[in-house]
Each structure stands twice: as structure tokens, then as C-alpha cells.
């Protein structure tokens, strides 16, 4: 089954009671039971709910895993991961990475004995070096947050299998429809399905997705036991979003491949970020392991003045200033004080994160308004 058929059909079926093409919600908190342990599959909604299993059924299918355990969002999934880990085990990750991924690894986990080194890991030999006895797990973002650097996701894996060290790969930036970690070797892939999956703007969800049957059962224990649960109807709406998550994806893609070609040659812009560019140092990577080049370009000013970026921030109409990203609306950012005002200013500098760092999550309007839109704000300065 062709992606564009899995995101309509894969995991989906008519409700067999009524017949209806759309998953119902199922908006209830329990179930009756004909006697003590006799029952239809579901006992409570806490640990079941026949809209979320569709969703997971889904989603499995989307990224070629076996198992989706879904969240009431993105961290919550990825708490569910880090749970795998025990006092003493240590964790190398991106250095460039969501501000809520790191907040959630050196303010929550750190205190519990688990170690976190952020590094360049697009690098092998560099990965290679920070591994210890200790190491087991690798968390990849790819592309990263916000400097779009992109990660070899084979490379990776491929180093370190057999060494018990697990890798997850944060797959929200790219979404099923341009990459798929668990073909790379990925032994978990995680989601803000808030992001692209819902693609609307309008629900808070996340995800976790592999093949491996022991770990999908710790993870779906943590999901009952903790209850980070999405509820019925965020599901619903999830499954909406994916329905057309290739064709909003797509769109999105060619949209962000104009507008980063226009600031690239804009004159009061010093730097585009964007792995579409053939001179981007992960182009290649990017052309091997996914479908288009995603739909987030990021930019600096010429000086790098915070002052000029607020004024470009503040005065565009069809971007809005706004968090998250992967909607079909058009977003504008600053991640030194939005996304990653959680990292300490020192960290950010590190890989190029400035004070005057503006992202973008392009969406998918009319470009030619897109971009008359940003030059409108960029006459402001």
C-alpha cells in the first residue's frame, strides 16, 4: 500500500456497528462487562479507547512499525521513553535540539541519575567518542531544531548496533510522509503529533512508534500506569489531520524551497538555513534519507541584530508570531525567547542559535503572497 493510500486507509475500517466511514469518538470513560474479566477488548479508557486504537493501528502503518502508543503530546511521549532508562544510564542527544526536549532531560530526568551529553552527532567519530559503558540511548532530531542541521539516521544505527544502546529519532520535523526512521534502523521513532500528523493547529497529541515488540510493551505499560493519555476526541481530530498529511506536506515543501531561495538572495539577510541547498553540509544525507527537504527554513539578519529581527517578527500579517509549527497556516518565530528560552543563552550560541535567529514553519497559502508578506516586513528595517 502506497503512502498516499495508507494515510486514508491503513488500520481504518467502517464502524462495524453503524457503518460509518469515520472513526467514531468513543467518549466514554468505561466499559460494561457481561462478567468479572468478560468484556469487548476494552475495560477502561485510561488503557483502551477504540478511537485511539485505530489511530495507533494507523500510525504504525504510516512509519512501517508494528506497534503506536499514543499521548496526550509530544513530551509526554518522550517521557514514556526516557522511563526505559535506569540511575546511571546515559543518553547522547543532538546539541541542537527542541527546547522542551532538552528542558525535559537535564530538568526532570538529570535529577534521577540518568547523564545527557548534547553533541554534534552528525559526525561518527565524535559519536564514537562519547560513547562509555554507560551509553544507552542515542536521541536524534533530524533535522534539528531550529538550525535544521540533518543527521544520518543509517550512520547512526549502524554504529551502534549491537552495543545495547537504543536510538530514537525525533521524526516531528520531517513526519512519516518524508522519512521513516524505523527503515534506517531506528529502534523507536517519536512524534508531536501536534505538528504535521494534525496539521491544523487545533489538538496537542504525541506518539511513539517501533518494531520491537518488548519495547512496545514497556511503553504501552507506562502509558496506563502514568496515564498520559490522549483523550478520545484528540484522537478523532488526529486522524483527520492525516488524511491529507502527504498532500499538506507537499505543499508545504515546494512553498518553503521558494521562500528560502528568495531570503537567500534578499540583501539584508546574512544566512538561510535550509537542507535543500546543495551547499547545505547535510544536503546529501537529506536527499538520501528523505522524500523533500521539509517545510521549515530558519534565517538571520545581516549584523545579527535582535532589534531589526523583532521588527521583521512583528510586522508580517500572513506569518503569524506564534509557537509550534506543521499547520496549514504559516508561522514566524524566535526560538532564543519561544521554543528554546528554556536552553541557557551560552548553550544556544553553541550552534549558532542567535539572539536574531527568526523560524519559519511555512505553510501552505499562495507563495507569492508568502513572500510578499516577508518582504513587506523586511521593508521595515
Known amino acids: 500500500m502506497k503512502f498516499g493510500t495508507k494515510v486514508i486507509h491503513a488500520g481504518i475500517e467502517p464502524d462495524p456497528t453503524t457503518g460509518a466511514i469515520m472513526t467514531p469518538i468513543y467518549q466514554t470513560s468505561t466499559y460494561v462487562q457481561e462478567a468479572p474479566g468478560v468484556h469487548k477488548g476494552y475495560e477502561y479508557a485510561r488503557t483502551q479507547n477504540p478511537t485511539r486504537t485505530v ?17 496526550a503530546s509530544g513530551l509526554a511521549a518522550m517521557d514514556s521513553i526516557l522511563k526505559l532508562l535506569n540511575p546511571g544510564d546515559e543518553v547522547i542527544s543532538t546539541d541542537d535540539l527542541y527546547g522542551g526536549s532538552y528542558r525535559i532531560m537535564t530538568k526532570v530526568f538529570a535529577k534521577y541519575g540518568i547523564g545527557f551529553t548534547f553533541a554534534g552527532i552528525g559526525d561518527i567519530p565524535t559519536l564514537d567518542a562519547l560513547i562509555t559503558p554507560k551509553t544507552r540511548m542515542i536521541w ?9 542541521n540533518v543527521i544520518d539516521i543509517k550512520a547512526v544505527c549502524d554504529h551502534v548496533r549491537g552495543k545495547n544502546i537504543l536510538v530514537c529519532v525525533d521524526n516531528t520535523f520531517a513526519s512519516p510522509y518524508l522519512q521513516n526512521p524505523l527503515d534506517l534502523g531506528a529502534d523507536l521513532v517519536v512524534h508531536s503529533a501536534t505538528k504535521y500528523l494534525g496539521g491544523h493547529s487545533d489538538v496537542i497529541h504525541g506518539a511513539v512508534i517501533t518494531r520491537n ?56 539577510v546574512s544566512k538561510v538555513y535550509y537542507p535543500g541547498f546543495p551547499e547545505h553540509p547535510g544536503h546529501e544525507v537529506a536527499k538520501k534519507q528523505m522524500k523533500m527537504f521539509g517545510a521549515m527554513v530558519s534565517f538571520d539578519l545581516q549584523g545579527n541584530n535582535e532589534d531589526n529581527a523583532r521588527k521583521v517578527l512583528s510586522n508580517t500579517h500572513l506569518f503569524s508570531l506564534a ?21 541557557p543563552r551560552e548553550e544556544r ?5 542567535t539572539d536574531s535567529l527568526i523560524r519559519l514553519s511555512v505553510g501552505i497559502e499562495d507563495v507569492d503572497d508568502l513572500i510578499n508578506d516577508l518582504e513587506m516586513a523586511l521593508q521595515k528595517i
Open 213 to 268: 515488540e518488548e519495547i512496545a510493551g514497556q511503553i504501552r505499560f507506562l502509558q496506563n500506569a502514568v496515564g498520559a493519555v490522549p483523550g478520545p476526541q484528540d484522537c478523532f481530530l488526529i486522524l483527520r489531520g492525516i488524511k491529507t498529511l502527504h498532500i499538506r506536506v507537499e505543499r508545504a515543501c515546494q512553498n518553503a524551497q521558494k521562500i528560502a531561495a528568495y531570503l537567500k538572495a534578499h540583501p539584508k
Open 140 to 148: 536524534v532530531e533530524t533535522p534539528t531544531n531550529p538550525m535544521l
Open 349 to 353: 550560541l553553541k550552534v549558532g542559535l
Open 55 to 71: 489511530l495507533e493501528n494507523n500510525l504504525a502503518a504510516l512509519e512501517n512499525g508494528s506497534s503506536a502508543i499514543c499521548f
Open 323 to 343: 509557537e509550534s509549527l506543521g499547520g496549514v497556516e504559516s508561522l514566524i518565530g524566535h526560538p532564543a525567547s519561544m521554543t528554546h528560552g528554556s536552553i
